[in-house]
């Protein structure tokens, strides 16, 4: 019979959801899609002093942006619920009570600075050390403790002679022996349990059939093998997804990649974008196939294809992939509702004065649209806007001069006469006027251009002027000219 393909991610809300778990989420996802599986949604909770609701929310909102949709998990049910950890309390004291009357966990009445001296005694003489107080107490000393109100934390008792096995699909065979793993915790002092100990009876009661998971857990996999076996349970197929590293193969900084995924949303990265360049993030359907939609890459994707090398996180990619799909992959109305929030934002405009010139503001954007990395980008499109924006000072002085001055003044006459201030006629008359002057029409757009923009790169210059309008461009070009013979530029 063919397995029913379960998957999970099952993220702890005690950080941001940052690119690593948006991709691990991604590759769950599309293994679940190309198989027609499940795609299950756990949050791991069980630390109540660290996670929060404002965390989780992140987490679902992270995931909604994405279109990495769930089939169960929180706020949408399922068979196998409840899907935060923290409700499943009990499942996890029925568990430990299997393990303890099988003589498989014990409780530990260690305090923690007992077993901190033990591991620095071991460790001054060099010797290798592992947690185990199987037989420290006698049960006279135990009750003692416990009237003296300690908690004692269940340990697991780790089948010592034993040496663990799985083969990880991307990885491949990973081995260790189990003497070199401590008897480890199982439930908390505080009754809570432990993290291998929940996912492993969460993955089996949520019927997962495969853990794809980041490459960080790859340790806890023998941990959660033996628990497995302990309880007697079948055991799920293992991929670990490789680290992902900056361009100088360090850990990801802040700036880059280790920023949540809500940070992305607020630059106008596009989710499809991100979902692209995140599935090439330590995947690749072979070939030089690399710009894909999501049903492409649902199609090709394997976990088979998963690359264990480090993955290098390429911002310019990253860009390079945004600004294309933003060109290509989204018809122009979706392109003019997805840039609004980020011109209201830019401050520039306000939201009447937006909606009063809807048409303008719409034409403008068009003409910035194919420069824009990132919507954010759209900043750069202060000198539509208003007058009140910076010259860059290099520019200023690559095309200030006595030369271009006297260009510019005389090309400002043609402009006043012009009939009919658009792009065309721009342009028309300016190739006109530089042919009369025998000079080479980038002498004049050069200077042009920063004289009325403030730089030297931007969209085409005459649909800019157009935009701008005839007097604001005179204007500008006048002050400027007159700031320079007055030498205040
Ligand atoms: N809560 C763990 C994490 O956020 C889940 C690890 C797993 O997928 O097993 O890293």
């Not at 302990?230 to 360090?250: E, M, Q, R, S, W």
Request: with cysteine; proline share 4%.
């Amino acid at each position: 019979m063919k397995q029913d393909i379960r998957v999970r991610i099952a993220p702890s809300p005690t950080g941001f959801f940052h690119i690593g778990s948006a991709r691990t989420a991604l590759y769950n996802w599309l293994f679940a899609r190309h198989h027609n599986g499940k795609f299950i949604l756990r949050i791991e909770d069980t630390d109540a002093t660290r996670s929060s609701k404002e965390m989780v929310e992140v987490i679902l909102t992270s995931l909604n942006w994405l279109g990495l949709d769930w089939d169960e998990g929180p706020q949408k049910g399922g068979e196998y619920g409840p899907y935060f950890q923290s409700e499943r309390k009990e499942i996890y004291r029925e568990y430990a009570e299997k393990l303890i009357k099988e003589e498989k966990a014990y409780w530990c009445f260690c305090t923690e600075e007992e077993i901190e001296k033990e591991r620095q005694y071991y460790l001054n003489k060099k010797m290798d050390w592992k947690h185990r107080c199987r037989e420290k107490f006698t049960e006279t000393e135990k009750q003692k403790r416990m009237n003296a109100g300690m908690k004692p934390a269940l340990r697991f008792k780790v089948p010592v002679e034993k040496r663990i096995s799985f083969s990880d699909i991307v990885h491949g065979v990973v081995e260790k022996n189990a003497s070199d793993i401590e008897d480890f915790v199982i439930i908390k002092s505080d009754g809570m349990p432990t993290y291998n100990f929940a996912c492993v009876v969460d993955d089996f009661l949520m019927k997962i059939s495969h853990v794809i998971r980041g490459v960080e857990h790859i340790a806890n996999t023998p941990k959660q093998i033996m628990l497995y076996e302990a309880f007697n349970l079948p055991i799920p197929f293992f991929a670990h997804l490789p680290v992902i590293l900056g361009k100088d193969k360090k850990k990801l900084s802040k700036r880059l990649g280790a920023r949540s995924v809500l940070e992305y949303r607020d630059e106008g990265y596009l989710p499809d974008a991100l979902i692209n360049f995140l599935a090439l993030l330590g995947w690749s359907p072979g070939g030089d196939e690399e710009i894909m939609d999501r049903e492409r890459i649902i199609e090709l994707f394997t976990l088979e294809r998963i690359n264990p090398a480090n993955a290098i996180y390429d911002e310019t990619k990253l860009e390079w992939l945004n600004n294309h799909y933003i060109i290509n992959r989204i018809d122009e109305k979706t392109f003019l509702t997805s840039i609004e929030p980020f011109v209201i934002s830019s401050g520039y405009i306000t939201e009447e004065e937006y909606k009063k010139n809807r048409e303008w503001v719409d034409r403008v954007c068009l003409l910035m649209r194919p420069r824009l990395k990132v919507l954010k980008d759209i900043s750069r499109a202060k000198y539509f806007f208003t007058d009140d924006f910076e010259y860059d000072e290099n520019s200023l002085k690559k095309y200030l001069n006595d030369k271009s001055v006297s260009l510019t003044r005389e090309f400002m006459v043609v402009l006043k006469e012009l009939k009919d201030f658009n792009a065309h006629n721009i342009e028309d008359s300016l190739r006109k006027f530089c042919e009369q002057k025998a000079i080479k029409t980038r002498e004049l757009i050069h200077p042009l251009r920063v004289y009325i923009t403030g730089t030297e790169a931007g969209p085409g210059l005459f649909e800019t002027m157009e935009l701008i309008g005839r007097a604001r461009c005179i204007k500008r070009v006048l002050n400027i000219i007159e700031r320079y013979e007055h030498g205040t530029s």
